[in-house]
Each structure stands twice: as C-alpha cells, then as structure tokens.
C-alpha cells in the first residue's frame, strides 16, 4: 500500500487499494471508493483517514517518543476498515455489515502482523463503542452540492 501523510486526518491512500470480503450484494461507486456485488472494495486513490482509532494513541506516541507506532500492524486494516464505515454513514451499505467489516479488521490486522490477543481486544472495542463511527453525519465533510438539485 502507497500513502503519505498528512494533518487534517493522518493518511492519504497515493494509489487504490483493494480487498476481497465476504461482504457481497452492494454495488456503489464514487470520488473515493467503490465496491463490486462480489464483495471487492476499493479504496481509491486520495482517500484520507486516520488510522486506527484507539483511545490515548497521541498520547502514547508521545510518551514513547515516537517510538510506538499504534498502526503498524494495522494501516491497511484501518484504510479498509474506515472505508466500510464511511459507506455505511453515507448509506451505501446496510449498518448490518459493520459486524463483517469489524471482524475482517481482526482478521486484517492478525494478516499485518498484529498478536491474536492484540487484534481481539480492537475486535471488542470497536464491536463496544464502534456504532458511532456509522451514525450518518448532519453535515459531512466533502460532500458536493449542487445548485441544480438545490444545493
């Protein structure tokens, strides 16, 4: 996976990334992402997001000086996991997907390296607090309005 780095999120996806899951029957396609009926995700190219959200990451990062790099084990896990969640705010995927795109993060991350136990315990926090992360949002960032459609 190519990305660089950047501030307003933390990563910026530099050429597309894809992903065979078990989550079929969804066809969408736009600006940043697309997804086949057979379950293929793309990422496209520009996509931005902010890794891994685990509680007190900066703050770890800090008091290890740097040294501790909280997605290591998990970049593309997060792109892709992210992705999903995104589809589902914007209404691209039935919010009953999120438990196949919570285990397909497990399971990535186990796939970059992560220990079993360390990819359980995000498994578990993101099935706990992850329902925010697809609540559609009032007003989300990059969506394009048009004058002709009212906007």
């Given amino acids: 996976m190519k990305y660089s780095k950047t501030r307003h999120y933390k990563y910026k996806l530099e050429e597309t990334e894809m992903r065979q899951t078990e989550i079929t029957g969804f ?27 685990i509680p007190y990451k900066k703050f770890l990062r800090i008091l290890t000086m740097g040294i501790y790099d909280p997605d290591k084990y998990c970049k593309t896990a997060s792109l892709i996991h992210d992705t999903f969640y995104q589809a589902i705010r914007e209404g691209l995927l039935s919010k009953h997907e999120k438990i196949k795109a919570d285990i397909l993060y497990r399971q ?10 360390w ?8 099935r706990k607090f992850g329902d925010r992360g697809i609540v559609p949002e009032k007003n989300p960032r990059n969506r394009v309005y048009d004058t002709e459609d009212g906007g």
């Avoid at 969408?28 to 293929?40: C, K, P, V």
């Fill in 108 to 117: 990535m991350c186990i796939e970059g390296g992560m220990s079993e136990g």
């Fill in 119 to 126: 990819a359980t315990g995000r498994y578990k926090a993101l």
């Fill in 27 to 53: 066809s969408f396609n736009n600006r940043y992402m697309a997804m086949l009926e057979n379950g293929q995700i793309f990422s496209k190219a520009g996509y931005a997001w902010d890794g891994s959200s």
